[in-house]
C-alpha cells in the first residue's frame, strides 16, 4: 500500500522552540508540498519542492522553512513557533504524468498545538 | 489569481438519494480536475479524477467535466450516511508537472439515515 508517512499525529510545542515536521513517501513521486488547514479556511499551500534540494514558496511560507535532501524525505521547519502557527500540517506527494501535475496522495497529518 | 470555487453547505440528503457537488474554476488553461473526500480529522482521499470533458463513472461516483463553463460536479447515487464529509475540488494547471493544484475550501455533504 502505497504511503505518506508523518513522523506524528499530535505535538505540542512551546511559543519560540524550533520544531521540525517530518514526511517520508514511498511512491518515488516527484513533487512534495506542505500544507496547513484551519477550518474556513481551507487547505493553504505553505511549501513545496519538485526535485531533491529544490522548493518553492507557496502562498504562506512566512515563519516557515523545508529541507528536502533526499527525494522520499520532505521536512518542514517552523524557526520559532508561535501561537498562530497553531493547525493542522498535511504533507502531500504526487507524481508528474503527462506533463501534468498528478493527484495528491496525503499523509495522515500532524495536529500541531504551539502553548 | 487562479481560483477554485464551492459551496461550503452544508449540503443535506436523504439516504438513498443523490448527492451534487458543484465546483467552478477560473483559470481556462486548467487540463486536470480532481475530488478529494476529507471526513472530520482526517486527510483528504483522493476518489474521482477527470481530464475530458463529459461523464466518467466509477461505482456510485460520477465526475462530469465541461470546460467551456469552467464547472466540475461530482455526484454520488444512492447516498450512504458514511458518504457525510468534505469534498473539496481540485484544478490542475496543465501549465507542466511543478505547478500545484488549486483546491476549493470544500463542501459540507450530510447523509440524513
Known amino acids: 500500500d502505497v504511503k505518506v508517512t508523518q513522523s506524528s499525529r499530535y505535538l505540542v510545542k512551546r511559543t519560540g522552540e524550533k520544531v521540525f515536521l517530518e514526511c517520508v513517501q514511498d511512491m518515488d513521486h516527484e513533487n512534495m508540498f506542505w500544507y496547513r488547514q484551519d477550518p474556513g479556511l481551507g487547505l493553504r499551500l505553505i511549501y513545496f519542492s519538485y526535485d531533491v534540494k529544490m522548493k518553492e514558496k507557496g502562498d504562506i511560507p512566512e515563519g516557515y522553512s523545508v529541507s528536502r535532501e533526499k527525494k522520499e524525505r520532505f521536512s518542514l521547519i517552523l524557526e520559532s513557533a508561535s501561537t498562530n502557527q497553531t493547525s493542522m500540517y498535511l504533507c502531500?506527494?504526487?507524481?508528474?504524468?503527462?506533463?501534468?501535475?498528478?493527484?495528491?496522495?496525503f499523509g495522515s497529518g500532524t495536529r500541531l498545538t504551539v502553548v | 489569481q487562479k481560483e477554485v470555487e464551492q459551496n461550503s453547505g452544508p449540503l443535506s440528503v436523504p439516504e438513498g438519494a443523490i448527492a451534487s457537488l458543484n465546483c467552478t474554476y477560473s483559470d481556462r488553461g486548467s487540463q486536470s480536475f480532481f475530488w478529494y473526500r476529507q471526513y472530520s480529522g482526517k486527510s483528504p482521499e483522493l476518489i474521482m479524477f477527470i481530464y475530458s470533458n463529459g461523464d466518467k463513472e466509477d461505482g456510485r461516483f460520477t465526475a462530469q467535466l465541461n470546460k467551456a463553463s469552467q464547472y466540475v460536479s461530482l455526484l454520488i447515487r444512492d447516498s450512504q450516511p458514511s458518504d457525510s464529509a468534505t469534498y473539496l475540488c481540485a484544478s490542475g494547471a496543465g501549465v507542466s508537472g511543478n505547478t500545484p493544484l488549486v483546491f476549493g475550501k470544500g463542501t459540507r455533504l450530510s447523509v440524513i439515515a
Open positions: 502531500a506527494s504526487s507524481p508528474i504524468l503527462h506533463g501534468n501535475m498528478g493527484g495528491y496522495t
